[in-house]
């Protein structure tokens, strides 16, 4: 058991970090939308062929009908924005703004969900994080860099969706399997995104993308399919089933050190100083906001009868 809770988190923690410079190279040749698309579709088949051999496929309409309104927020929205916006900034600093997601999460779970009651610390979190967001992308309207300024911005669009999606989840009616829900997510998502990727007239640009998939982006695609979609994310569902959920969401202030060490190591990226600091307050304010988190205490059913 032991051994496998390493692994587990071994795999939120490098291979979900890995997953942001994997990107990176996929989209240097490929379309984003079409790029992101191939991604999910393929995982969601995946995913939902072994749900099926396992006897887990079993799902109502209105259960399929609450993980595609995921698959459109969480996937297609989502990575449709991160997807694009790695054309433009580096994997570090990509994974740095999804980084934010606890925060936001925590954000709505205080003033829309009413679950969480706020501290000094959590509301320190905060403002830590949407600090380090503002100084990450001044850096760049400071030294001209507007196309990244604004790509930052839509990578920060797509963490709002994901967090609203997480939120919106727990009111949803879900398949009862995990890998169901995720399958029909992933592959609704990568459905969506194929008709974004239409839209937008990516598909005439396909062939001449495909005739430069170099060994290199080969790897990287099948990493995200099989390494960062399909076993980070078994990992994380079982660790869910086994561990605190304080501690598994630690992937969230691990994953930007290593997607930074990755994109400096393999990527050739570099930070300047303004940006090393922005990374270092977006990091400190997510790990106050995990940490300061207070659950308020369930509010008792009175009976109208």
Not at 68 to 82: K, N, R, S, T
Not at 117 to 130: D, Q
Not at 206 to 232: C, E, G, N, Q, T
Request: proline share 4%.
């Amino acid at each position: 058991m032991q051994a496998r809770r390493i692994l587990a988190y071994f795999a939120i923690y490098i291979l979900w970090g890995g997953s942001f410079l994997g990107i990176r190279e996929v989209v240097s040749v490929t379309p984003p939308f079409s790029a992101a698309a191939i991604r999910f579709f393929l995982a969601g088949l995946i995913l939902l062929t072994y749900a099926q051999l396992r006897g887990l496929g079993s799902i109502t309409r209105r259960q399929w009908l609450g993980a595609a309104l995921l698959g459109l927020i969480m996937f297609a929205c989502e990575y449709a924005c991160l997807f694009w916006a790695e054309q433009r900034i580096s994997s570090g600093i990509a994974s740095v703004i999804s980084a934010t997601i606890p925060v936001w999460i925590f954000a709505g779970e205080v003033f829309l969900l009413r679950t969480q009651r706020i501290t000094a610390k959590s509301l320190a979190g905060i403002a830590l994080g949407f600090l380090g967001v503002v100084i990450l992308t001044w850096q760049s309207t400071r030294a001209g860099q507007v196309g990244s300024a604004f790509a930052m911005v839509i990578a920060l669009v797509g963490s709002f969706c994901w967090s609203g999606g997480t939120l919106l989840s727990r009111r949803l009616v879900l398949p009862a399997s995990r890998v169901t829900s995720a399958g029909w997510q992933m592959a609704t998502g990568g459905f969506l995104l194929f008709l974004l990727a239409s839209v937008t007239r990516e598909g005439h640009r396909l062939p001449a993308a495909f005739a430069h998939w170099s060994p290199r982006v080969i790897v990287a695609m099948a990493y995200l399919i099989l390494a960062a979609s399909l076993l980070a994310f078994t990992a994380y569902v079982w660790l869910l089933g086994h561990e605190p959920m304080g501690r598994v969401a630690s992937y969230a202030y691990v994953n930007p050190v290593v997607a930074l060490a990755l994109g400096a190591w393999l990527g050739n990226e570099h930070l300047t100083l303004l940006q090393v600091l922005g990374s270092v307050l977006v990091l400190a304010g997510v790990f106050a906001t995990l940490t300061g988190k207070t659950s308020l205490p369930p509010v008792p059913i009175t009976s109208t009868n």
